[in-house]
C-alpha cells in the first residue's frame, strides 16, 4: 500500500464539501482509504486511529486542510490527491455568476455572506464541532434561524445556543441535524417529496426521511420538516427545538397534521411533549421509536395518535389526513409479536442510518435474543470483537465517522463488512438500508449491485441459504429515482423494500423459511 498526502495552508472547506470529494475519491480504482480531515489535534487524531497518519508529515496548523490517499500503487495514490487538490482549487476559485458557480459568490465569513444577501434569513453551518457553537451563536445574534450540520459540539454549548435562539424567537436545528426541510429549501440528506399539508418535527434524519418517503408514495407532501437534533429529547436539552418545532407547525396555516419523531426521549420531556401536542387544535402523530407505547396511551386521544414505528407513524398521519386508513404494510407471515424458534443461521443489519438500525432491532428483538449492535438496546449486548450472533451495526456513528464521510456518502465500509459477513457460512439474512435524496451517493446501487450479486452467487455454489434484503428509502424524484435504483437491487437478486418496518420483517420470515429447508 502507498500513502500520500497534500497540506493546504489556512483553507477552510465545510464538511459537506469534504464529505463529496472523499466520496469520489473513494469510488476511484485501488483507492482504498481517503481522509481529508483540518489538522488539529482531533483531526490528527482521526488519522492515527485510521491507520493513515503519514510518519513525515511537517508542523502544521490547525487551520490547515490534510488530504490522505492510501491506494495500492503510488501512481493511483498521487492521481487521486491529484483530483482532490483539482476539485478543491475549484471551490476556492468559480467566479460569481458562471456556468458552474454556486448562486452566490463564494464568501470567508458569515458577515462577508449577510452583505452579500442581506435578506437572507437562514443560515447552513457544517464547520468542526469546536469552531461551530462561536458560528451559531454569530448567526443567531444576527437574527437568522441555524441548521447546524456540525456534530462534537459541547452539550453545554447546545443548552447555551437553544436557550438562545428561544429568547430571539429563532429556530436552532441540531447539532448534529441531518435533515431539514423548510419553505421548500432542502436542508441536508433530504428527499424530493411533494408539497403538501403534513408537517413533521424530527430528532432523527432518517426518521424524518422514512416517514416523508412512505407519505410520498402515497401521494401526500410535506409543508416543512424541522430537525432538532439527536440530543434534543434528553433529560438535559429538554426538547427546546422540539417544542418550538411544534408550536411553529401549530402556526403554520400550510400544515393540518402533525408527525413527532424521536428515539425515547427522556420521560420528562416525553411528558412535557405529549402534553403540548395534545392541546393541539391540529391531528398530532407521535412515534417515539422502539418505546413502548402503552406508557404513553394516557394521552392518546383522536387527534393524538400515537404509532409503534416509522411506518405505521406514516399510517396514521395519512389517515388522519384523509379519514380512512391507506395500510403501508402489507401481511408478512410473521408477526413481531410471534415467538420464534432460535435459528441455526444469524441475521446481521448493515444500517447507514441509526433510526433505522434502532427501530428494525426493536422489531427482531421478540424473536432473536441477544442482537448485539454498537447502538445496543442492552448494555450487555454490546457488540464486541468475536462475537459471533444476531447483530445490527450502526454505521452512521459517531465511531465510524470520525475524519469520514456518512456512510450514505461513501459506503466502503459498510460495503467490506457486508463481503464479510456474505462468506460467513452461519449468516443467513442480511439487511442494509440504503437512503436516497440530496447529499446521498449518487448511484448506490451501482456500487452495491455487483458485491451483493456476487456474493448470492458464492453462496449458491457452495450450497448454502443466503439472503439480501434492502430497506429503500427514498423518492420517485429523488436524484438518484427509487424505481432505477430498486430495478438494480432485485436484478442482483436483492429483495427491496419501502418500508424499513416490512424490511425488517422480511428478515424474519426468510429466517423461518431457512429453518424450514
Same mark, same amino acid.
Given at each position: 500500500?502507498?500513502?500520500?498526502?497534500?497540506?493546504?495552508?489556512?483553507?477552510?472547506?465545510?464538511?459537506?464539501?469534504?464529505?463529496?470529494?472523499?466520496?469520489?475519491?473513494?469510488?476511484?480504482?485501488?483507492?482504498?482509504?481517503?481522509?481529508?480531515?483540518?489538522?488539529?489535534?482531533?483531526?490528527?487524531?482521526?488519522?492515527?486511529?485510521?491507520?493513515?497518519?503519514?510518519?513525515?508529515?511537517?508542523?502544521?496548523?490547525?487551520?490547515?486542510?490534510?488530504?490522505?490517499?492510501?491506494?495500492? &500503487?503510488?501512481?493511483?495514490?498521487?492521481?487521486?490527491?491529484?483530483?482532490?487538490?483539482?476539485?478543491?482549487?475549484?471551490?476556492?476559485?468559480?467566479?460569481?455568476?458562471?456556468a458552474d458557480a454556486p448562486a452566490k459568490q463564494v464568501v470567508?465569513?458569515?458577515?462577508?455572506?449577510?452583505?452579500?444577501?442581506?435578506?437572507?434569513?437562514?443560515?447552513?453551518?457544517?464547520?468542526?464541532?469546536?469552531?461551530?457553537?462561536?458560528?451559531?451563536?454569530?448567526?443567531?445574534?444576527?437574527?437568522?434561524?441555524?441548521?447546524?450540520?456540525?456534530?462534537?459540539?459541547?452539550?453545554?454549548?447546545?443548552?447555551?445556543?437553544?436557550?438562545?435562539?428561544?429568547?430571539?424567537?429563532?429556530?436552532?436545528?441540531?447539532?448534529?441535524?441531518?435533515?431539514?426541510?423548510?419553505?421548500?429549501?432542502?436542508?441536508?440528506?433530504?428527499?424530493?417529496?411533494?408539497?403538501?399539508?403534513?408537517?413533521?418535527?424530527?430528532?432523527?434524519?432518517?426518521?424524518?426521511?422514512?416517514?416523508?418517503?412512505?407519505?410520498?408514495?402515497?401521494?401526500?407532501?410535506?409543508?416543512?420538516?424541522?430537525?432538532? +437534533?439527536?440530543?434534543?429529547?434528553?433529560?438535559?436539552?429538554?426538547?427546546? &427545538?422540539?417544542?418550538?418545532?411544534?408550536?411553529?407547525?401549530?402556526?403554520?396555516?400550510?400544515?393540518?397534521?402533525?408527525?413527532?419523531?424521536?428515539?425515547?426521549?427522556?420521560?420528562?420531556?416525553?411528558?412535557?411533549?405529549?402534553?403540548?401536542?395534545?392541546?393541539?387544535?391540529?391531528?398530532?402523530?407521535?412515534?417515539?421509536?422502539?418505546?413502548?407505547?402503552?406508557?404513553?396511551?394516557?394521552?392518546?386521544?383522536?387527534?393524538?395518535?400515537?404509532?409503534?414505528?416509522?411506518?405505521?407513524a406514516a399510517t396514521l398521519a395519512a389517515q388522519a389526513l384523509? +379519514?380512512?386508513?391507506?395500510?403501508?404494510?402489507?401481511?408478512?407471515?410473521?408477526?413481531?409479536?410471534?415467538?420464534?424458534?432460535?435459528?441455526?443461521?444469524?441475521?446481521?443489519?448493515?444500517?447507514?442510518?441509526?433510526?433505522?438500525?434502532?427501530?428494525?432491532?426493536?422489531?427482531?428483538?421478540?424473536?432473536?435474543?441477544?442482537?448485539?449492535?454498537?447502538?445496543?438496546?442492552?448494555?450487555?449486548?454490546?457488540?464486541?470483537?468475536?462475537?459471533? +450472533?444476531?447483530?445490527?451495526?450502526?454505521?452512521?456513528?459517531?465511531?465510524?465517522?470520525? +475524519?469520514?464521510?456518512?456512510?450514505?456518502?461513501?459506503?466502503?465500509?459498510?460495503?467490506?463488512?457486508?463481503?464479510?459477513?456474505?462468506?460467513?457460512?452461519?449468516?443467513?439474512?442480511?439487511?442494509?438500508?440504503?437512503?436516497?435524496?440530496?447529499?446521498?451517493?449518487?448511484?448506490?446501487?451501482?456500487?452495491?449491485?455487483? &458485491?451483493?450479486?456476487?456474493?448470492?452467487?458464492?453462496?449458491?455454489?457452495?450450497?448454502?441459504?443466503?439472503?439480501?434484503?434492502?430497506?429503500?428509502?427514498?423518492?420517485?424524484?429523488?436524484?438518484?429515482?427509487?424505481?432505477?435504483?430498486?430495478?438494480?437491487?432485485?436484478?442482483?437478486?436483492?429483495?427491496?423494500?419501502?418500508?424499513?418496518?416490512?424490511?425488517?420483517?422480511?428478515?424474519?420470515?426468510?429466517?423461518?423459511?431457512?429453518?424450514?429447508?
Amino acid at each position: 500500500m502507498f500513502l500520500k498526502y497534500f497540506i493546504k495552508q489556512a483553507s477552510y472547506f465545510d464538511s459537506i464539501t469534504l464529505m463529496a470529494t472523499t466520496s469520489v475519491l473513494s469510488d476511484l480504482p485501488d483507492v482504498k482509504q481517503v481522509l481529508m480531515v483540518m489538522a488539529s489535534e482531533a483531526g490528527l487524531e482521526d488519522l492515527a486511529i485510521a491507520g493513515l497518519l503519514p510518519p513525515d508529515l511537517p508542523a502544521l496548523a490547525a487551520t490547515d486542510l490534510l488530504c490522505v490517499v492510501q491506494a495500492t &500503487t503510488e501512481e493511483r495514490a498521487i492521481a487521486a490527491l491529484a483530483m482532490a487538490e483539482a476539485r478543491l482549487e475549484r471551490q476556492d476559485t468559480l467566479p460569481a455568476g458562471s456556468a458552474d458557480a454556486p448562486a452566490k459568490q463564494v464568501v470567508r465569513s458569515l458577515e462577508q455572506a449577510l452583505k452579500v444577501n442581506p435578506q437572507a434569513r437562514f443560515v447552513s453551518i457544517s464547520v468542526p464541532g469546536p469552531y461551530a457553537a462561536l458560528e451559531c451563536e454569530l448567526a443567531l445574534r444576527a437574527g437568522l434561524h441555524v441548521f447546524l450540520f456540525s456534530d462534537n459540539v459541547p452539550l453545554e454549548a447546545e443548552i447555551s445556543l437553544k436557550r438562545l435562539a428561544a429568547e430571539r424567537q429563532l429556530l436552532l436545528m441540531g447539532p448534529d441535524c441531518g435533515t431539514a426541510l423548510l419553505q421548500g429549501v432542502r436542508f441536508g440528506f433530504v428527499n424530493v417529496v411533494p408539497t403538501g399539508p403534513i408537517g413533521i418535527v424530527g430528532a432523527s434524519g432518517t426518521g424524518i426521511q422514512q416517514v416523508m418517503s412512505l407519505l410520498a408514495a402515497q401521494g401526500l407532501g410535506i409543508s416543512q420538516a424541522i430537525g432538532c +437534533g439527536g440530543r434534543d429529547l434528553s433529560e438535559a436539552v429538554g426538547g427546546m &427545538t422540539a417544542g418550538q418545532g411544534l408550536r411553529m407547525l401549530q402556526d403554520d396555516p400550510e400544515t393540518r397534521v402533525i408527525v413527532l419523531i424521536s428515539k425515547p426521549p427522556a420521560p420528562a420531556v416525553a411528558e412535557q411533549l405529549l402534553s403540548q401536542a395534545a392541546q393541539s387544535e391540529k391531528p398530532v402523530v407521535v412515534c417515539f421509536v422502539g418505546a413502548e407505547p402503552v406508557a404513553w396511551q394516557h394521552f392518546a386521544s383522536v387527534d393524538l395518535l400515537i404509532a409503534e414505528n416509522l411506518t405505521q407513524a406514516a399510517t396514521l398521519a395519512a389517515q388522519a389526513l384523509t +379519514g380512512k386508513l391507506s395500510p403501508i404494510l402489507p401481511e408478512q407471515g410473521v408477526s413481531e409479536k410471534q415467538a420464534l424458534l432460535a435459528p441455526t443461521r444469524r441475521l446481521v443489519g448493515l444500517f447507514a442510518g441509526g433510526t433505522l438500525c434502532d427501530e428494525a432491532m426493536h422489531l427482531w428483538k421478540h424473536q432473536l435474543s441477544p442482537i448485539y449492535s454498537n447502538i445496543p438496546l442492552r448494555p450487555e449486548w454490546q457488540l464486541q470483537e468475536g462475537i459471533r +450472533g444476531h447483530s445490527a451495526i450502526d454505521f452512521g456513528d459517531d465511531a465510524f465517522t470520525r +475524519g469520514r464521510p456518512h456512510p450514505m456518502i461513501d459506503p466502503s465500509q459498510r460495503l467490506n463488512r457486508f463481503e464479510v459477513e456474505a462468506n460467513d457460512s452461519s449468516v443467513g439474512v442480511i439487511l442494509l438500508d440504503m437512503v436516497l435524496g440530496y447529499c446521498a451517493h449518487p448511484d448506490p446501487a451501482t456500487v452495491h449491485a455487483p &458485491t451483493i450479486q456476487a456474493a448470492l452467487e458464492r453462496a449458491r455454489t457452495e450450497g448454502r441459504p443466503l439472503a439480501c434484503v434492502i430497506s429503500l428509502c427514498g423518492t420517485e424524484d429523488d436524484p438518484q429515482s427509487f424505481s432505477r435504483q430498486a430495478r438494480q437491487f432485485r436484478a442482483a437478486g436483492a429483495e427491496v423494500y419501502l418500508s424499513n418496518v416490512e424490511a425488517a420483517l422480511r428478515c424474519l420470515a426468510l429466517l423461518q423459511e431457512q429453518e424450514g429447508r
